[in-house]
């Protein structure tokens, strides 16, 4: 069976340039299957996303690669073809809930609109499924919520509603990116255990993005390791926390705080290994622009 | 606040007109009048007291709903005024309009395809609106749209062959109720060319402002989740970034048609128009001090109602302000 979501040799670039955003990234993720995508900020993590949903900065570009989703080659698609299929088979949850909501519109048409115009049900039927969606994350009163406006939300009540609009469609690949890293420490726990419930219950696969190891071996069944855009290691997460081949990926995973010291913050990765992978990733530029 | 606004404009408008040199009395006699004529007629108006004395007479009668004589056509001031405030209100809203629909075309083609060419063009365009005022572009139209292609009317309000059947002075207006179409199309080819004259400056203003508001909402979270909903640009741009990048634009708007309702003067003097405009010209030209003081008195209450709709508009817009 072929990965819902298959990335192939993915390099992006600043448009018209031949600086590389993303170095030949691969990357699966099978039906069903939560994959965690960790590095540091500025890595690439949320261009990869956002790669495969078709909402690269106008300043990026694709230089090589393809990207399937359910066996379509989403970058020969012209482009309204391609966001009708992402649209029906695939939803971000946004990293901040604060700015991902419409503030001139209500919170109801927000989460039904896609399955009235892009998935042509009826405006009761989707009604009714807002509703529902808003009982599953767990919000009371559902309906006053859907009749509000986001700012009369506090943030952690609009993520919530952002994951049920992201499963509103019942999507096949769900991207979540950085989904915690806005909001209250106490409502993170809260929110990441209902986005896995979520995820459970609707059997969608899930690409995980966040800088956050800790969160990866409780959401993820593998994981992929980026630096500098490029793909360090992937593992499945029982081996990788048992060892992890790479030096970066060993670096990084000794600057997680363990959960026994829940206080400590995210320390800097070791120096000296920044500057080999560095070196390993210039001399593999060296050869893409030559080769 | 509206009554202060209103009291400083008569106020100011009040002592200007009577500092300024030029003797209405003077103008109205026929030459050979001597000079005690026209001390008694100066009396009779009242305009050998102080200014003072002149504004306290004045406002009295205001209070009352008398707003004087007017010393050119000796006819009260009020009903004079009353009867050409509707066609300047034509004109002035169906500028408004235009200006809306050129500025907004603009705006929402600049946006869904910017940073190519039709963008460049655009800006091009507005900035070709913005640094010509509209008295040029009025006499750019006279002489194309006028003149060389006659298309449409460059005197008048409308043809003054026509039997008008009106029982009030909105004539465009009414002559919708009545379902009276071809006195519509006459009006409506006396109005075009004011109008979009009046429209062009604003409407570049519309369309440089917009696109901007635009271009940036673009970018914003919320916009870029609607695409990965499934929706089209143009979906995007009318039903995500649009209610939101009117916002700031909305203010300017009314600012903006405040300076075009003050245009008027001018351009219905340039075509002929007979509405408030025109008159004021005639007004000043005369020295008709009870006249030209009615006349400010009625722009500066527009001028009042237009900030009350914008803000009202702004508010309802905007749903952060609507319950409170
Ligand atoms: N609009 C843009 N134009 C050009 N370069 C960009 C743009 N947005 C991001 N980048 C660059 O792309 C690289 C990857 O950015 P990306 O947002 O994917 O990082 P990330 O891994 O998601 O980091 P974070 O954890 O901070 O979200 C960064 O070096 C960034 O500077
Ligand atoms: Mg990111």
Redesign the pocket.
Known sequence: MTPFLQIENLSAV?RGTSDR?LRSVSLEVNSGEVCGLV?E???????IGKAVLGIL?A??EIAEGQVQLDDEDLLAMPQADRRRLIGAKAALIPQDPLTALNPSRRIGPQITDRLIDILGWTRRDAANRAAELLDEVHIDNPQRVLASYPHELSGGMRQRVLIASAFAANPKLVIAD?PTTALDVTVQKQILRLIREMQERHGTAMLF?T?DLGVVSKVCQRLTVLFA?KVIEQADVADFYAGPRHGYSKALLAATPKFTEPFTSLMPVDRAVITAVTAEIEAADGAWHHG | MMAITLFGAAVIVFVVIRIVPGNPIAMMLPPGATDEDIARLTAHYGLDKSIPEQFVVWLTGVLQGDFGTSISLRQPVMPLVLGRLPATLELSIFALVLAVIIGGAMALTGTRFRGGRTEAVIDVANGAGLSIPDFLWALVLILTLGVLYPVFHISGRISPSLDLPFTTQFYAFESILRLRFDLWWDLLKHMFMPALALAIPLAAIIGQLLKQSLKETMHLDYVVLARTKGYGENHVILFEALRNAVLPTLTLIGVQFTFLIGGTVIIERLFSYEGLGNMAIDAVINRDLPLIQGIVLVFALLFTVVNLVVDLTYALLNPRLRHA
Do not use: R
């Not at chain 1, 900020?41 to 261009?47: D, F, L, Q, W, Y």
């Open positions: 600043i955003l590095g900020s500025g890595a690439g993590k949320s261009m900065p300043a990026v950085e993005v800088h855009g």
